[in-house]
């Protein structure tokens, strides 16, 4: 029942600013296991920097590389190994969705060795964690939100399955810009419409509530106000920290509510479409909302508080956001063959559905696949 309520959950601490990494340094603990991804950080200076804040609070470190694609129960399993090796009583994540995702994922059965993924699909049903370890998350793109979230995106099976645990939200979030400045313009991109997109949603979601909607709001806004400038001046520290601020915001708003319809078709699609998370949600969100504005107010509420005149404001800065980064308007040229029916019914059969504030229905769903085929 506790969990049927819209529950607003924050993380402990969150440390917000460009250099904010150095919050490291004052970490209590013995050893720490880093997860990152597979490049770029190994690269960048910043990996070396928190190696060196860990030494000087005197922290045993251990890096785990490499993580990158959507989490599966196998490289989630594989890495929980690795965990119940080092021992760490801290966990920290930095990197995109992926790695903050499986950090979650993995310290969660690194916390309950002798449990399965499998059991922890039904909604809240994780036990408790922190006897070993607390987590600490350190996103390196501006949009997932998983950093706020209590939910991780993980392949049981073929199918991508959210695990959702209040236990997930972190102990510690370093929100820090410079390490989003090396991200290539087509990721800012696509990670950027994601957190609109969650803005977006959670706002129209039927479990928002007026704190989730100032949050939503406020998110989107940065998100539309910082986009486009970003791609245009990627070095723009600034800009890139109020993008930054605008997804963890909208984070915080969906974490609370829930996201849509636009969630709804690129959870399901992604198994078959190879397009980014957030350049699925950049091709549905204007035929999602055209769907909604029928039955509900919340598109027309959402656009007034965002300053946006109507939707052909919103889908031109989604086209010409695309256009920038050259992403293709279409899905049918990255798709693999599938039944547009089952896929439909799929879609109306995803848990986000539950939270949009129109019903979907395989005939909405399919006419809009088809439109943007
Ligand atoms: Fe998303």
Redesign the pocket.
């Given at each position: 029942m506790l969990n049927m309520l819209s529950r607003i959950i924050y993380p402990k601490e969150m440390v917000i600013k460009k250099g904010s990494l150095i919050r490291i340094k004052f970490l209590i603990g013995k050893k720490a296991a880093i997860l990152i991804g597979r490049d770029s950080l190994q690269k960048s200076e910043y990996l070396q920097k928190i190696e060196k804040y860990l030494s000087t609070s005197k922290i045993e470190y251990f890096v785990i590389k490499g993580i990158s694609g959507d989490p599966c129960e196998k490289s989630i399993l594989e890495i929980s190994h690795q965990l119940n090796e080092i021992k760490p009583d801290w966990v920290i994540g930095v990197g995109g969705?992926s790695v903050m995702d499986t950090a979650k994922l993995a310290w969660s059965l690194y916390e309950n060795p002798k449990m399965s993924l499998l059991k922890f699909q039904t909604p809240f049903s994780t036990p408790e964690l922190r006897k070993k370890a607390k987590l600490c998350l350190i996103p390196t793109t501006s949009?997932?939100?998983s950093e706020v979230t209590n939910s991780a995106l993980v392949t049981l099976k073929g199918i991508k399955t959210p695990i959702i645990s209040n236990c997930f939200i972190p102990d510690i979030v370093i929100l820090d810009p410079n390490l989003t400045l090396n991200l290539p313009n087509k990721v800012t991109a696509s990670t950027g419409i994601?957190?609109f997109?969650?803005g977006l949603e959670s706002y129209c979601s039927t479990l928002s509530n007026s704190l989730t909607k100032v949050y939503a709001v406020a998110g989107a806004k940065l998100i539309f106000e910082n986009l486009k400038k970003a791609l245009l001046d990627p070095e723009d520290i600034i800009t890139k920290e109020k993008l930054l601020y605008g997804s963890m915001l909208s984070g915080l708003a969906?974490g609370a509510t829930s996201?849509g319809g636009v969630?709804a078709m690129?959870h399901s699609l992604s198994s078959n479409i190879s397009l980014p998370?957030?350049h699925l949600?950049a091709l549905f969100i204007i035929p999602i909302l055209k769907f909604n504005i029928i039955e509900s107010d919340s598109v027309t509420k959402f656009l007034k508080e965002m300053s946006i005149n109507d939707i052909n404001v919103l889908d031109k800065w989604i086209s010409e956001i695309m256009q920038i980064c050259k992403l293709n308007n279409r899905w049918g040229n990255f798709s693999r063959d599938f039944n547009l029916d089952d896929m439909s019914q799929n879609i109306v059969n995803d848990i986000c559905a539950r939270t949009n504030p129109r019903k979907l229905t395989v005939e909405g769903i399919k006419s809009i696949l088809e439109e943007t085929r």
């Open positions: 969705g949009g997932i939100g994601d957190a997109s969650h969906q996201v969630h690129s998370h957030g949600n």
